[in-house]
């Protein structure tokens, strides 16, 4: 038998988490402010009562096509559509492109009759786009190398959890200004929260998405910044995060790329300049000993194991904001929604 949270939920969301209409999460940019603070609200109630959302997505189907290694993106969305009553599948494209193949939309056109959303981890964030244009259902960004939002959202489900207002939370990215840090400026935005971006000149973030993540914190309150100094960044802040200097796609420039990320290294002296009660967050997997030494790393203000763990919480969120909110709005998916 149903429980009475999950009967309340399939007619309405969760008291105090608005009502979704999220289509896909291809960009933070695909919700609104209002949509984030939902995420990271049913974030929160799932977290705390997962039983109560045991059958929440029922004989829904997921399936992942991933051009890259994961463990963290790839479990957590498999034990959570597990968690949630669905099933996932897993493409293994680490061998070559998605659509080295068959075309983009012949492969969307095949998948949308089979299940009932896409997950992609892909180099060029056009696949994802693609993907979502042509799927008529839901497609979710797993990581492309321009944007990684269910990371960021689940960074700040960590935050507000710790923190509460994240109004009052100023978070220091320090490293290269890659595809995490722009998910952290966009949602960081969108919350009304203070962002700080240092990278060594030539590694800034994407000109584009720091002049949205702008756009989006005049109308929010929220602030973003981007310098070099990696301490002007930390000064203060309630949060300093840090990711692997050479991404995945860039092994080959990892070694050259050691002495310009040195003095962005989050070490000791570093977390020093932060307020005394900031934490230390890393998406993982970590190169230990080069963006972030051991003893940062291990020490009690490391959150890097509960953002690990909030990843399951946020994405289960999000598949039932982007299950529920589908069925009205787009039609052409209600006949298996
Ligand atoms: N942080 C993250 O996306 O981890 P994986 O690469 O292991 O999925």
Redesign the pocket.
Known sequence: MRSQAVERISVGPVPGVSKPTMRDLVSTRDLSPAEVRSVLDLAAVVKARPSDFRRTLDGKQLVMFFE?????????FEAGMASLGGTAFFMDQTGGRIDARESLPDIAHNVERWVDVIVL?TFAHSTVEGMAAHASIPVIN??SDLE?P??ALADYSVLQERFGNLKNVTLAYVGDGNN?AHSLLLTGAMLGSHVRVATPPGYQPNAEIFAAAQEIAQETGATVEAMTDPREAVSGADAVYTDAWAS?GQENEADARIPIFQPYQVNEKLMAKAAPHAVFMH???AHRGQEATDAVMDSPQSVVFD??EG?LHVQKAILMLLLWGGASRFPVRSAHV
């Open positions: 890259k290694p994961s463990l963290r993106t790839r479990l957590t981890r797993a990581l990684h269910c990371q995490v995945m998406c993982l997997p953002q690990a990843r």
